[in-house]
């Protein structure tokens, strides 16, 4: 209850349908982002450069917000289209010779920036099999290792990466790269291990899509070169004939162009909301949600795994196909993701226990039949 009354003003900000468990794919935006939303598209319909300059003012004040949440600096901060531009800055930063230490089962936009990077003299790619713990990479550290590069949270299973004990590990000479997406909002992190860390807002941070931000710590500025960096990561770059032109300092070095204004706005807007609440309420109502899920699940006789803080696990129906069970579910006003053969569930903190009783409802039904 405790959580409840501290989330109290979050939890009015949204209005989703009560079936809906699948914020690791996409998560409905929060009213506050609808209203920023709402007032950009008035203000540049009707306004002239007045716009762009309410447009410059919310992006210093989403950087603000996501180096509050971060702990690092304003500077430190750039925004970009999403998640996997993010990741592939990162990867074109780092240039060979070395090798970076990827997750195989990595979700692919985690992986794929390292296996281009890879093909135009990026850093070779070491692909690690199973969850990427510090046990995993030490077995695969040696001194041509420069980078690692991991999900805090895994899409499929909710592993939960242990940052903190990788950075320990690798130390500070070599890079931590992270993909935040599905746990920043939702699931704290320690992100000062992170010396690199991307995140869209489109799930867990209900901002939509568009704006994704993009962590670069001066820790590691001289680790890395602007490989994505275009005309708007380098000083005075107009009416010059001198190209290439200084890479701007911070992270905004790593930008290929003026980011989507809106987006930033939006994504400022709910940055602000998970910093004006805190992380640990969110997460903890997750949990409850999340529990009378997997138990909903349980009663039916499923097979259930995951569902370890993250907000993210899976079930199965022994003896049953997966595709009719997700087929069963979306019939009856459940909005999940079939996976592997397994049913993910990834409610957030305004997920209902009525969502709960919908699934045992659902799946005792199609037990019965």
């Not at 982002?33 to 002239?48: E, N």
């Not at 899509?209 to 890395?224: F, H």
Request: neutral net charge; proline residues 5%; aromatic residues 4%.
């Amino acid at each position: 209850m405790g959580a409840i009354a501290g989330a109290a003003e979050y939890l009015r900000q949204f209005d989703e349908p009560v079936g809906y468990l699948d914020f690791a794919r996409f998560g409905p935006v929060s009213a506050r982002v609808r209203d920023v939303l709402g007032r950009a598209a008035t203000a540049i319909h009707g306004q002239g450069w007045e716009a762009l300059a309410g447009l410059d003012a919310a992006g210093e004040e989403a950087a603000r917000a996501a180096a509050d949440l971060l702990g690092c600096a304003a500077h430190e901060i750039a925004f970009v289209s999403s998640t996997s531009h993010g990741m592939f800055a990162a990867a074109h930063a780092l240039r060979g010779p070395g090798t970076v230490l990827v997750g195989r089962s990595d979700f692919p936009g985690a992986v794929y920036p390292w296996l281009r990077a890879e093909g135009s003299g990026g850093l070779t790619v070491r692909l690690i099999d199973g969850p990427v713990t510090a046990d995993a990479v030490r077995a695969h550290l040696d001194d041509r290792v420069r980078a690692v590069s991991v999900c805090a949270v895994d899409a499929a299973t909710g592993h939960r990466a242990p940052l903190a004990a990788l950075k320990e590990l690798i130390g500070p000479r070599r890079v931590l790269v992270v993909d935040a997406v599905q746990a920043l909002g939702a699931v704290g992190i320690a992100a000062d291990a992170a010396d690199i860390l991307a995140s869209g807002g489109q799930k867990w941070l209900r901002a939509g899509w568009g704006a994704a931000l993009l962590l670069v710590r001066d820790r590691v500025a001289g680790l890395l070169r602007p490989g994505l960096g275009g005309w708007s990561g380098v000083v005075d770059p107009i009416d010059r004939d001198d190209h290439p032109r200084p890479a701007r300092p911070g992270a905004v070095a790593h930008t290929l162009t003026n980011p989507d204004g809106p987006a930033v706005a939006a994504l400022g807007a709910a940055l602000a909301l998970v910093r004006e609440t805190g992380v640990e309420p969110i997460n903890a109502l997750i949990g409850e949600a999340l529990d009378g899920l997997l138990d909903a699940a349980r009663s039916a006789g499923a097979e259930t795994a995951g569902g370890t803080g993250s907000g993210i696990a899976r079930f199965r129906l022994p003896g049953a196909d997966p595709a009719a069970v997700h087929h069963a579910l979306t019939g009856a006003g459940l909005a999940t993701t079939l996976r592997g053969g397994w049913i993910r569930l990834s409610p957030h903190a305004s997920s209902g226990p009525e969502a709960a009783a919908r699934l045992a409802g659902a799946l005792h039904a199609l037990r019965a039949s």
